[in-house]
């Protein structure tokens, strides 16, 4: 399967604990991006990276979540002190640059569904 | 800032029946329109898009949507729909040069056999 891969799939912990979420992206493409999603909404964007750089945070990454792509092509998603409010279902998606052959389509994994209790 | 208004979230229709599902944005300038679809523990996955030329667009499994400008719509159809068709879908935008998609809140799509 060359799509995006994330891991793990469910994870459920007690508040206050870290958690860590990893995306492997489509192998050829160097954007990449993590979305959230909660019961009855669309998914809500949360950051994107260019190969290694974080090029945009939403105003809904708060100082505990943190997300890296250190050499360009797996990232993670790491949230600090989880709350209770953080649990969701993260999604990661992944593109090739916006230009003639594309025109922002995003590939979507099929996400990490956190609990905290 | 985007947004995308979908309507009536909870949709339930018999097999064979015809389906509308409306999405409508708010920016002025030259966007990407999007809708996927998100089958029942799947990921989402892409079911039409327009971003240039013929406003109506056909998609995958029989879909259409159509681009109206003026009226700031990309709405989605299918005239005769099927058990499997038994989806969420959502509409997307991606506008102005922006490097993300805004999604809408989705439709949830049940068809009863």
């Known amino acids: 399967d060359t799509g995006v891969s994330q891991n793990p799939r469910h994870k459920i912990t007690k508040r206050g604990q870290n958690v860590t979420f990893r995306c492997d992206p489509i192998?050829?493409?160097?954007?990449l991006y993590w979305y959230r999603q909660t019961l009855g909404q669309g998914p809500e964007f949360l950051t994107y990276f260019q190969n290694e750089a974080q090029l945009e945070k939403s105003r809904l990454l708060s100082d505990r979540f943190s997300a890296e792509r250190p050499k360009g092509s797996f990232s993670t998603l790491e949230i600090q002190r989880t709350e209770q409010g953080d649990s969701a279902m993260y999604l990661c998606?992944?593109?090739?640059?916006?230009?003639?052959?594309?025109?922002?389509?995003?590939?979507f994994g099929e996400g990490s569904r956190l609990t905290v209790l | 800032a985007q947004s995308v208004s979908q309507h009536n979230h909870h949709v339930i229709l018999s097999e064979a029946a015809s389906l509308e599902l409306g999405c409508n944005y708010s920016y002025g300038g030259t966007v990407n329109l999007f809708w996927y679809v998100q089958y029942p523990g799947q990921h989402l996955q892409l079911l039409l898009k327009y971003f240039s030329g013929d406003p109506l667009v056909k998609g995958i499994k029989g879909f259409e949507a159509e681009f109206i400008k003026s009226k700031f719509s990309f709405n989605l159809r299918k005239p005769s729909v099927q058990w499997s068709d038994t989806a969420e879908y959502f509409c997307?935008?991606?506008?102005?040069?922006?490097?993300?998609?805004?999604f809408g809140k989705g439709n949830q799509v049940v068809v009863i056999p």
């Open positions: 997307a935008v991606n506008a102005g040069g922006n490097n993300r998609l805004a």
């Open positions: 998606a992944s593109s090739l640059p916006i230009g003639t052959e594309n025109t922002g389509e995003l590939f």
């Open positions: 192998s050829e493409h160097n954007r």
